[in-house]
C-alpha cells in the first residue's frame, strides 16, 4: 500500500488537507461510503459505440464496453430487463454529437415510461443542454444529471474538439439547475494530457449553482488513445480537493470511478482520504484494507457515485469487490 508523508505536498496545501479532514471528521464521522455499480448499476449508451467528437483521452473506446440501447424501444427493453434482474438504477451515457451533446432528451417518454413503471434510479449524461430540454427531462422523472465542467476553454478546443465558451458550461449547469433536476457536476483532474490547467476555475463555475454532490475525477490512461502513457500526478489532486472543500462546505465531495490506475490510484484515494473526501467510487482492494486498519467504518451502495447514499441503496458489505474494469481498458 502506498504511504503519504507531509514533505510530499506543500506546507500551504498539507494545512489544508488536515482542515479539510478534521471538518469532514465532525460532519460525518469516521465513515467511508463505497460506491460498487457492476450489474447492480451499470451503464447503457445511446449511441452505441458511436461518437462524433473522437476526443484524444477516450475515442470512444469506453462506449464499447457499455450496453448499447441506441432507440427508445431498445431502452426500454434494457431498462425493463435490469428492473427484472434486480439493479437499483442505471447510468444513461453515450456518445457526443459535433456539438457536445447527447440525444438523451429523445429518450425522454421512454425514461418517464420506466420511471412509472420500475423503482429504478435513472442517471444521465446530456452533454451541453437547453433550459427547454432541461425541462423535458424533468419532466420525464429523471432523477439527476450528470454534467463535465471543464474550466480551461483551451484544453476544450484540445481534448474534445469542441468551440464553446465558459458561460456554455454555466448556461447549462444552470439550465439543469432551475428546472429542479438534481445536478451532479464532474470535474476531471489532469484532463488536458495530465497537467492541471481549468480544474480550480472549473470548482468557480459550479459555485453558481447548489449541486446535489460533487465529484472529482481523473484522467485514465487508455490503450491507443493519444493519452494511453499519460498519468495524472496523484499530488495535483490535492489542491483541487481542497479547494472544493472550501468552496462547497455544505456538499458531499465524492471521488469517482474514473481516477488513474494502479499504485497511482491508491494514492490518489489516499490523498482523497486524508482531505477529508469519504465517498469514493470502486476503491482499490488495498485502500478497503488500509480503511479498515484505520478503524472507519464502510458501507457499500450499489449506485453510481452521483446518487446520495440512503439505506435502499446499501449493498451487503461482504460483497465481491474488484477493479477488473479498471484496467481492462488497458490490455
Request: aromatic fraction near 8%; charged fraction near 20%; glycine fraction near 8%.
Amino acid at each position: 500500500m502506498c504511504h503519504l508523508t507531509p514533505e510530499m505536498f506543500t506546507p500551504d496545501i498539507h494545512k489544508r488537507m488536515l482542515k479539510a479532514k478534521q471538518k469532514s471528521l465532525e460532519n460525518y464521522g469516521k465513515k467511508l461510503n463505497f460506491f460498487i455499480t457492476s450489474d447492480i448499476f451499470p451503464s447503457v449508451s445511446l449511441t452505441g459505440s458511436h461518437c462524433q467528437l473522437s476526443c484524444k483521452h477516450c475515442e470512444g473506446r469506453l462506449l464499447k464496453r457499455l450496453i448499447p440501447a441506441t432507440s427508445p424501444v431498445k431502452f426500454e427493453k434494457v431498462a425493463r430487463q435490469l428492473a427484472k434482474n434486480s439493479a437499483r438504477g442505471l447510468l444513461i451515457t453515450g456518445g457526443c454529437d459535433e456539438a457536445g451533446k447527447l440525444p438523451t432528451v429523445n429518450f425522454a417518454e421512454s425514461i418517464k415510461r420506466i420511471k412509472q413503471e420500475t423503482d429504478l434510479i435513472l442517471i444521465a449524461h446530456t452533454g451541453f443542454i437547453s433550459r427547454g430540454d432541461a425541462f423535458i427531462l424533468k419532466d420525464s422523472g429523471l432523477d439527476g444529471i450528470a454534467f463535465d465542467v471543464v474550466g480551461d476553454i483551451e484544453t476544450v478546443n484540445r481534448v474534445y474538439g469542441l468551440k464553446v465558451t465558459e458561460n456554455d458550461y454555466l448556461q447549462s449547469l444552470q439550465a439543469i439547475s432551475e428546472v429542479g433536476i438534481n445536478v451532479l457536476p464532474h470535474v476531471c483532474v489532469g484532463l488536458d494530457f495530465g497537467s492541471i490547467r481549468g480544474e480550480l476555475k472549473a470548482l468557480e463555475i459550479i459555485r453558481h449553482i447548489n449541486p446535489s454532490t460533487l465529484i472529482i475525477t481523473g484522467l485514465m490512461p487508455i490503450v491507443g488513445t493519444p493519452m494511453s502513457a499519460v498519468r495524472p500526478d496523484p499530488r495535483d489532486f490535492a489542491e483541487v480537493f481542497c479547494r472544493a472543500a472550501e468552496l462547497f462546505p455544505e456538499v458531499q465531495i465524492t471521488l469517482g470511478c474514473s481516477h488513474s490506475i494502479g499504485r497511482d490510484r491508491e494514492m490518489i484515494e489516499l490523498i482523497a482520504l486524508e482531505s477529508g473526501v469519504f465517498n469514493i467510487a470502486i476503491p482499490t482492494c488495498n485502500f478497503v484494507k488500509h480503511a479498515f486498519s484505520e478503524g472507519y467504518k464502510v458501507e457499500y451502495f450499489g449506485t453510481c457515485c452521483g446518487v446520495r447514499p440512503t439505506d435502499s441503496t446499501c449493498i451487503d458489505s461482504n460483497i465481491s469487490h474488484n477493479s477488473e474494469w479498471v484496467y481492462a481498458t488497458l490490455k
